[in-house]
C-alpha cells in the first residue's frame, strides 16, 4: 500500500528539484544527488551506463544547463509522477517531463525513472535512468533550420 506520506515527501522533492533547474543552478541540483549516482541514457543509438560522483555530477549538470539555454530551456514541468514506495526510505519515482522556452512554448517530453533513498528526512536520487537524448537532439535540429 502506497503512503501519502511517501507521495508526498516525493512531490515535494521533484517540486524543489524543479525549481532549482528553472533556476538554472548547478550546485542546487546537485544536492538533490546521492554522492554517487548511477546513471543510464538511452542516447538513440545505443544505452550508455556510468557511474558518477558528486564532482562529475556537478559537471555534467553544468554542461546539461548550457545545453537547455542554447535550446531556450526557460522552464520545466513534472507533467505526470508515479512512485512505487519499497520502503519508506526507498522509492522508485517516474517522471514525465514536459521543457518550455522562454514564450511558454513545449520544446520537448522525456521520461525519467528515478531510485530516491533517504539518508535523512530530505530523499536523495541513486539512480536515474532517462530517454532524453534523442529528443534534445530533434529539439536542437528544429532550432537550427
Avoid at 542516447?43 to 548550457?66: S, W
Avoid at 513545449?106 to 528526512?121: G, N, Q, S, V, W
Wanted: glycine letters at 2%; hydrophobic letters at 45%.
Amino acid at each position: 500500500m502506497k503512503s501519502s506520506k511517501i507521495t508526498a515527501d516525493v512531490r515535494a522533492f521533484f517540486t524543489k528539484y524543479c525549481a532549482a533547474y528553472i533556476r538554472q543552478d548547478a550546485t542546487a541540483i546537485c544536492k538533490h544527488y546521492a554522492d554517487l549516482v548511477h546513471i543510464s541514457s538511452d542516447t538513440g543509438e545505443r544505452v550508455t551506463v556510468h557511474v558518477a560522483t558528486n564532482e562529475e555530477m556537478l559537471k555534467t549538470i553544468a554542461h546539461l544547463l548550457e545545453g537547455y539555454r542554447t535550446i531556450g530551456f526557460a522552464t520545466a514541468e513534472a507533467l505526470a509522477v508515479a512512485t512505487d514506495e519499497m520502503t519508506s526510505r526507498l522509492v522508485q519515482a517516474r517522471v514525465l517531463w514536459l521543457l518550455r522556452d522562454k514564450a511558454g512554448e513545449p520544446i520537448y517530453e522525456f521520461d525519467a525513472m528515478y531510485t530516491l533513498a533517504r539518508h535523512t528526512e530530505i530523499f536523495r536520487i541513486t539512480a536515474l535512468a532517462h530517454n532524453e537524448i534523442p529528443q534534445y537532439r530533434r529539439a536542437l535540429v528544429r532550432l537550427n533550420k
